[in-house]
């Protein structure tokens, strides 16, 4: 891998790099272009060991031979001052090393799903935080694909993989147009659809894990409002973690965590 470096911050290798302290209009950019960004080096890793294709990496000056030492790959390899991709981007990166790679072509959701035997679904999760902590949740306790409603927030905002540690590439993904149509796709499909819920009447995950269906797809729905009532209707169980006496629900992503865990081990 050779580092080409750039001083001139008008230089059009750079334009896909513009413009990432504003959401709204990178996303805007993003879509346009057909591509996602990547922030630190172990996703960078990940995005390079994934069917992904890069377009590039951009790397702080300071860390360019340790990443060409670290990466070993043949791809466009940008290096630059520190601040020079402060000012190129708007946004100081401790990291040092940011990637653009292409965006897929959206897969559907019978595709994903062949062959898996559990699978998470979210409904309006919209912080990328969480969804990139569902994402390494998912890896971490052998999910196969990872479902999205229509209103659910990009996993492959550069937030979200920071936060899912570049898991959220290797982890399948498809967004549906039919929402909770979906869910009774999914259901003829041979999935037994849980919807994890703070309920009171929902019943507790022990026993569903003592049973646990062969395939199984556990719904999840965004911090604060939970799954609709549209959903919760569209779902074969309604399942809820046990916690203490005055405390109903915990962070999405720590509830995925939680009854992921107790599925993983399930024979």
């Known amino acids: 891998m050779a580092v080409e470096r750039i001083a001139d911050l008008d230089d059009p290798r750079l334009e896909d790099y513009r413009h990432l302290r504003e959401p709204s209009r990178r996303m805007t950019v993003e879509r346009s272009r057909g591509i996602f960004t990547l922030e630190g080096a172990l996703s960078v890793e990940a995005l390079l060991a994934s069917p992904y294709v890069t377009r590039s990496v951009l790397v702080a000056e ?3 031979d340790k990443m060409v030492a670290r990466l070993g790959a ?7 001052p520190s601040s020079a991709m402060t000012d190129l981007t708007g946004v100081h990166f401790h990291r040092g090393v940011l990637a653009v790679a292409e965006r897929p072509e959206p897969r559907s959701l019978a595709e994903v799903v062949r ?10 999760v919209n912080d990328h935080e969480n969804i990139g902590a569902i994402f390494r949740n998912a890896a971490a306790f052998g999910v196969d694909a990872v479902i999205l409603d229509p209103t659910t927030a990009d996993p492959l905002y550069r937030r979200a993989t920071r936060v899912s540690l570049g898991h959220v590439l290797r982890v399948p993904f498809a967004r549906v147009e039919r929402w909770p149509d979906a869910l009774g796709e999914l259901r003829e499909l041979g999935f037994t659809t849980l919807a994890l819920t703070p309920s009171r009447d929902a019943d507790p995950l022990g026993a569903v894990v003592a049973g ?20 919760l209707a569209s779902v074969d169980r309604r399942v809820r973690i046990p916690m203490a006496e005055g405390v109903d629900s915990v962070n999405v992503a720590t509830a995925a965590a939680i009854a992921l865990s107790a599925i993983f081990g399930r024979s």
């Open 62 to 64: 300071e860390h360019a």
């Open 74 to 80: 043949e791809v466009a390899l940008f290096a630059m």
């Open 115 to 124: 062959g898996a035997r559990t699978v998470v679904v979210l409904e309006g």
């Open 212 to 231: 646990p269906p062969a395939r199984l797809a556990l719904v999840l729905g965004a911090e604060g409002p939970g799954l609709t009532t549209s959903a």
